[in-house]
């Protein structure tokens, strides 16, 4: 172990999720979105996680993402939600057979430039994707973009003439439904007679909208996120599929007044006992994260206190039995990780994401059936 602070993924735990998402899904199929290295839990380990348990696709940002699920043996359908803006990637996608999402129009017009070059097509078909805006207003056509695209796609020879339409959702994770159902059924009017498969729904979609679809795109549910900005991912049978822990690697006595840490931010109200566990921002702990934010020791519930540093905190053992060596749990299945996210004035993505590089490629990965 090079650093003291190691992360464990459960791919078992992985598996379960899914489940939960199949049970949701009623019947559509699923990309489980494994974009961003699997959200931190490794590409490979998630995607061989839910391959084992069913996922009948992958969901990547880039091509790259895609060539790198297939040379790793993942052999299912494979979305890439931000298309190509190469022809080198475009070539990529048909060599690894690669579902290429078109929400822009500069998109099509590299396609009909790309296979109008001599040579530069290889053989086979690309499967190709529409996504249109219905109210996110980040990527995807326009509505009244909607009808040319696909006519300009279907007269491309090396597209499949079954067009993909979807769409994303922009607030499905709050409790107000009105912004979600509008989305819906715009969705719905532009998929009128339409030919070909439909994608809505991400996780807070799946789990709170009756939005329909042939495939569902869950991304933060399998990881044991909660999809919505309200209420716990236990709430909905999810389990953590990440658990980074560290050790304690002193046990202070502070007095009255003694000020801790970086800028001496959190002052003992009394004399108090103090614990420094062995991470930190360079391993991924946020930086930002206020006194009170929720942590472990030796699974008893206490708090962070004092500013984080580079590779050590501070921890509140006031009512705690711990010593030098105990475990310090900073999120996994007891202490959950949507908690120190919401703690910090940030989401559970940002944290599973920006665990440290040399902290991962140390992981542990657990419950990943044999071969």
Known sequence: MIRRARLTIDAAALGHNLEVARGAACGRSIFAAVKADGYGHGMLHAARAFSAAGAEG???????????????????????????????????????????????????????????????????????????????????????????????????????????????????????????????????????????PTSLCNSAALLGHDAGGDWARPGIMLYGGNPFIFGQACDHDLRAGMHLKTVLVAVRDVPRGGAVGYGGRFVAPERMPVGVASVGYGDGYPRHAPDGTPIRVNGQATTLIGRVSMDMITVDLRGIEARVGDEVECWGDRQPIDAVAQAAGTISYELMCQVSGQVRAEARVIGLPDG
């Open 58 to 196: 992958f969901a990547v940002a880039t091509p790259g993402e895609g060539a790198l699920l297939r040379k790793g043996g993942l052999a299912e359908r494979i979305l890439v939600l931000q298309g190509a803006l190469t022809g080198d990637e475009l070539s990529l996608a048909v060599e690894h057979s690669l579902e290429m999402v078109f929400h822009d129009r500069s998109q099509i017009d590299l396609l009909e430039r790309w296979q109008s070059m001599a040579g530069a097509v290889p053989l086979g078909r690309l499967c190709a994707w529409i996504k249109v805006d219905t109210g996110m207003h980040r990527a995807g056509l326009n509505p009244d973009q909607l009808a040319a695209a696909r006519r300009r796609l279907a007269a491309c020879p090396r597209v499949n003439p079954s067009i993909g339409l979807m769409t994303h959702f922009a607030r499905a994770d709050e409790p107000d439904p009105s912004c979600t159902n509008a989305q819906i059924a715009t969705f719905r009017d532009l998929a009128v007679g339409w030919q070909g």
